[in-house]
């Protein structure tokens, strides 16, 4: 298959353009939408649609336009909306063309039309943003080397892969191009739906044999369920297609294939399901909130990080927080390189997987293997392993299969040092591994969530934030250069946010949350004590999973030291908070290490205890930050000592009967 590279960033501009409610009043020409300095036309007095394109230029679909109405609207709004804008268009001799309408995730429609008509769709009621098409791509691109190598997870002593399960209790959909179903490899567990909404392909040039429109489709399929080369071979795999022959597709028919399988699984609902996105594009706002609802809908979406050596968090839907993003890596568990290229990192990645030469399925023949690289492939790993999870526990959730993923990973193998300074810290140094035995949950799970860098002016935060379904056990700032003003958490919307502070003359702060999952886990934080006052839990069943603080003065301090008795030890001119969690047989306590001769001290939970809390507890310009599960503090000019306290919790084991 000929595949496009497209190694460019492609971002999406926001620019705002006036709208007005009444759709009988005469239309204003809108000022212009493309500025060249990026920049916002001035608007009128009534509410303002957005109008996002990409500034890829090569990634456009020009004319074609995804016109989306505000939350709460219904399909009748959609119609309406359609006809109105017809109308308006007919009077002024343009013609439109209805490509596809969304009533599920969002409410909209796709529309071919002239650019000339935007001013007119803006202005209509219940336009909340209108986003110009854009094409999504394929993340894989075909490797020389033919060598078979194992597929990722657990082996026999004879070297024969065997998980813990085949993933015969869960079905992948699977959003690519075609698939050979035919391929020994799955033949009789690919099911090609109906569904097929791909564009045209590029040039004069394209041959369209079965084998290129198939190729990267039936790799993945043999990845994620093949009898011999896949992770999960017992997985049913439905194909829904996206991609044409060239790998290539646009956002609105991913949202179109989103929308099919959420009316699918309306009308024959199933416990184990995952989705797989092998193929990535511009940020899109559209895309990422589909994405978004079939997670909330309790679907396990899983998606390549990209192939650009960029920040995932600039694509879509890597970008999506509630999207399990998966990068690659090679045999050596490194960072996966093509050319100039290479597999995409950042905070928005949550795991790596193998995806360097990875030896599947070929649709050359039915009996024929070949060797591919890129984060589809990796992507592909961990949707195996997902069907893997949830064949064991078919009432696991999206958050559940997420954390058993980062349970069971493997961390600190990846040499993180190639990436940019700005982003070693914020990279997850773990790579998927196949859970040892059947995953039932049951424990405590942890994880880091790392905010965007703050602006640099001495009151600038930054926000972090868990899932919906996730505790927040712990909140810490971190500072590149110098040492932060300390970190809070607040409440917004009933869901705790942590808040790192920035200060004077430092480049910006990370703010970091330790988000958990636990049966009947739950969590609050107590407000701050006055100045230099201890903190504590009211209630003697909870514990303390974190202590926090805010310097009073502008001379530097040492945070509250965890202390037994449920309480948070104040030293200083310090506002304390305290985290007070409470769940069944949940126990925490405090770790601690002091150094007077080394610059750098580490605290690590004890196997089946999970790290909650790590903070510097001396010395006003150590700087802390956690590793896994282990607390490591870093003693900066002017500390005397280095003191290091972390705070560790699980679920008490069951005391065997008497």
Not at 320 to 326: A, F, M, Q, R, Y
Not at 391 to 402: E, F, I
Not at 423 to 447: I, K
Request: hydrophobic share 35%.
């Amino acid at each position: 298959m000929r595949l496009t590279r497209a190694w460019a960033l492609c971002l999406c501009a926001f620019l705002a353009v006036s709208a007005r409610d009444d759709p009988e009043e005469e239309d204003e020409l809108v000022p212009d939408l493309n500025r060249e300095d990026g920049t916002q036309p001035e608007t009128g007095t009534g509410p303002a649609a957005e109008f996002l394109r990409c500034n890829k230029a090569a990634w456009r679909i020009p004319g074609q336009y995804l016109v989306m109405l505000h939350r709460g609207s219904h399909e009748s709004h959609v119609h309406r909306t359609i006809r109105r804008l017809t109308a308006k268009a007919a009077r002024r001799g343009y013609l439109l063309e209805v490509l596809q309408t969304y009533s599920g995730a969002l409410h909209g429609f796709l529309v071919k039309m002239s650019s000339d008509v935007l001013h007119l769709a803006v202005k209509l009621p219940h336009v909340h943003y209108i986003e110009e098409d854009s094409s999504i791509f394929a993340q894989s691109a075909p490797w020389n080397l033919q060598r078979l190598l194992q597929p990722h997870g657990g082996s026999s002593e004879n070297g024969t892969y065997r998980p813990p399960n085949d993933g015969g209790m869960a079905e992948v959909y699977l959003m690519d191009g075609s698939v050979q179903s035919s391929h020994r490899e799955v033949e009789g567990r690919v099911l090609i739906t109906d569904f097929n909404s791909v564009p045209e392909e590029d040039g004069v040039r394209v041959h369209r044999q079965a084998s290129q429109c198939d190729s990267h489709g039936t790799h993945m399929a043999g990845v994620v369920s093949g009898s011999d080369s896949g992770v999960a071979p017992g997985a049913g795999v439905n194909l829904v297609r996206v991609l044409n022959c060239q790998g290539k597709g646009t956002v609105s028919g991913a949202l179109a294939g989103l929308e099919y399988i959420r009316a699918t699984l309306s009308s024959r609902p199933t416990d184990a399901v995952v989705i797989l996105l092998p193929f990535i594009g511009g940020f899109s706002r559209s895309l990422n909130a589909a994405c978004r609802d079939m997670v909330a809908n309790g679907v396990t979406v899983i998606a390549a990080a990209g192939n650009y050596r960029d920040d995932a968090c600039l694509y879509s839907p890597a970008s999506e927080p509630e999207v399990i993003t998966v990068g690659a890596v090679n045999l050596s568990d490194q960072l996966m390189s093509q050319g100039a290229g290479g597999t995409n990192f950042g905070r928005c990645v949550d795991l790596f997987a193998p995806g360097d030469d990875i030896v599947s399925a070929s649709s050359d023949c039915i009996t024929c293997f070949t060797s591919r690289s890129g984060t589809s492939q990796a992507a592909a790993h961990a949707a195996g392993v997902a069907a893997v999870i949830l064949s064991a526990n078919q009432k696991a959730t999206p958050l559940q299969v997420l954390h058993a993923l980062l349970r069971h990973s493997i961390s600190n193998t990846i040499n993180l040092l190639p990436l940019p300074e700005t982003q070693r810290l914020t990279t997850a140094n773990l790579v998927a591994a196949m859970p040892l035995d059947n995953f039932t949950g049951g424990e405590l799970l942890c994880r880091s969530v790392w905010s965007e860098r703050s602006g640099v002016a001495k009151t600038d935060t930054a926000v972090s934030r868990c899932r919906q379904q996730e505790e927040m056990m712990g909140c810490s700032g971190y500072a590149p250069v110098g040492v932060g003003e300390g970190e809070t958490i607040t409440v917004s919307g009933g869901q705790m946010e942590c808040v790192a502070h920035n200060g004077p003359g430092l480049q910006g702060v990370y703010a970091v949350a330790r988000c958990c999952v636990m049966g009947g886990l739950q969590c609050q934080v107590r407000p701050g004590s006055p100045q230099g006052r201890d903190a504590g839990c009211e209630n003697v069943q909870q514990h303390v999973s974190a202590c926090l603080s805010r310097p009073g003065g502008r001379k530097p301090h040492s945070g509250p030291r965890p202390a037994e008795g449920n309480r948070c030890e104040a030293k200083g001119r310090v506002t304390t908070q305290v985290v007070c969690c409470h769940g069944p047989s949940l126990e925490c306590k405090v770790l601690d290490s002091e150094s007077a001769e080394r610059n750098t001290v580490e605290v690590s939970c004890e196997t089946g205890w999970t790290l909650t809390s790590c903070r510097a507890v001396a010395g006003g310009y150590s700087k802390s930050f956690a590793e896994e599960n282990a607390c490591r503090v870093v003693g900066g000019v002017g500390d005397d000592r280095v003191a290091a306290a972390a705070v560790c919790c699980r679920v008490s084991p069951a005391k065997p009967a008497q």
